[in-house]
């Protein structure tokens, strides 16, 4: 009788404990720090992610209608890219478009906005991915292109190329019907000032060929990556580089697997920040490599890339976004603040741009 007794408390035991495993394994896990929030962020079955630069961004030397400004912006991009994604649209349209919103800004360092190089110019970079095939395009050193996002989209579906540069992608421009600017309409007053600003701190001269970027991180790049509801990634990344660069410099944004990067098969990265750091760790990539070399989830791939690598060669050196193809989101970055968001299958958006 005792026994019996004694067996049945035992299966009850046994039932409530396999019922209640998952909670205690879920608590577990978040007491011993396994599952920090941002390890659960995901969009749903679609959505997007986007970045309008990282740096030295702080809220003390920030007005509040500055900061309201830049939020409505990525908010208005974010909304851009949810309608063509809730639609059904494709993941490459819903990040061109999202990014040409951006780059019609003058907030932001690319388009209209973007930073002077040394010699007091505009060079635009770009650069697209489409993570179902591989293929992708870019277009580097452009001054009369108004949304190089676009060139660098017409680039991968209308040439055998990934990249053209300066006078020649603007000569494929006008082949296809793209309309130039004149070279001052990304000229605006504060981009202009913060060179003037540069030039006189490190006393250099226009032509001085050892001419230092801007030492503070300021960096602008706008970026989108997204997932779409046939489970195709994409990303898009565009810049007018460093205020101060040489002539001529090409940073990040416009090489694939640098600035830039989507396969379907792990996520979709775009990054922003010291463009020569990207290059030499091939940093977008780097974060698809690990996720499909070493079985990393994207958040862990992608702050060991942020937090480590680029960390490792210089501080204050950028930030990164990516989404995979399960729809989990990560934004990190190393500096004082990014300029972010997220819009999800449900449309809601989440938008920041400090530290958390
Ligand atoms: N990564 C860009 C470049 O080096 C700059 C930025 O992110 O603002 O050209």
Not at 85 to 104: C, F, M, N, P
Request: charged share 25%; with cysteine.
């Amino acid at each position: 009788m005792i026994s019996n007794e004694l067996k049945r408390h035992r299966i009850r035991l046994s039932v409530t404990f396999s019922r209640c495993f998952p909670l205690i394994f879920l608590v577990c896990l978040s007491v011993s720090g396994c599952l920090a929030p941002s390890d659960l962020r995901t969009v749903g079955k679609f959505g997007m992610v986007i970045h309008g630069g990282a740096g030295t961004i702080k809220r003390e030397s920030m007005s509040k209608e500055r900061e309201a400004q830049y939020k409505e912006k990525l908010t208005e991009a974010l909304k851009a890219g949810h309608e063509i994604l809730s639609k059904g649209g494709t993941s490459l349209d819903a990040v061109e478009v999202t990014v040409r919103i951006l780059e019609d800004s003058p907030l932001f360092n690319a388009g209209k906005g973007a930073v002077f190089t040394n010699a007091g110019a505009n060079e635009l970079d770009a650069s697209i991915m489409n993570g179902e095939d591989l293929s992708g395009g870019a277009v580097a050193s452009v001054t009369r292109i108004k949304n190089p996002i676009s060139l660098a989209r017409l680039v991968m579906e209308r040439t055998p190329h990934v990249l053209l540069v300066r006078e020649g992608a603007e000569s494929f421009a006008r082949a296809q019907g793209m309309e130039l600017v004149p070279t001052d309409y990304f000229r605006t007053e504060r981009r202009w000032q913060q060179l003037q600003r540069i030039k006189l701190k490190k006393k250099v001269k226009a032509t001085t060929f050892n001419s230092p970027f801007e030492s503070v991180g300021k960096f602008g790049t706008v970026g989108a990556v997204a997932l779409d509801q046939n489970g195709n990634l994409a990303a898009a990344t565009s810049t007018g580089g460093l205020t101060n660069k040489l002539y001529g410099r090409v940073g990040d944004s416009p090489i694939l697997g640098a600035g830039t990067y989507a396969d379907n098969k792990t996520c979709a990265t775009s990054g922003t920040g010291r463009g020569e750091y990207f290059i030499r760790l091939n940093a977008c990539y780097d974060v698809a490599a690990k996720m499909k070399y070493q079985s990393y989830s994207l958040v862990e791939a992608m702050r060991e890339v942020v937090h480590t690598d680029l960390l490792g060669l210089g501080k204050n050196s950028g930030g990164l976004i990516g989404i995979d193809r399960f729809g989990n989101y990560a934004m990190e970055f190393n500096t004082s603040g990014m300029y972010r968001g997220v819009i999800d299958d449900q449309g809601e958006v989440k938008v920041g741009i400090f530290e958390p």
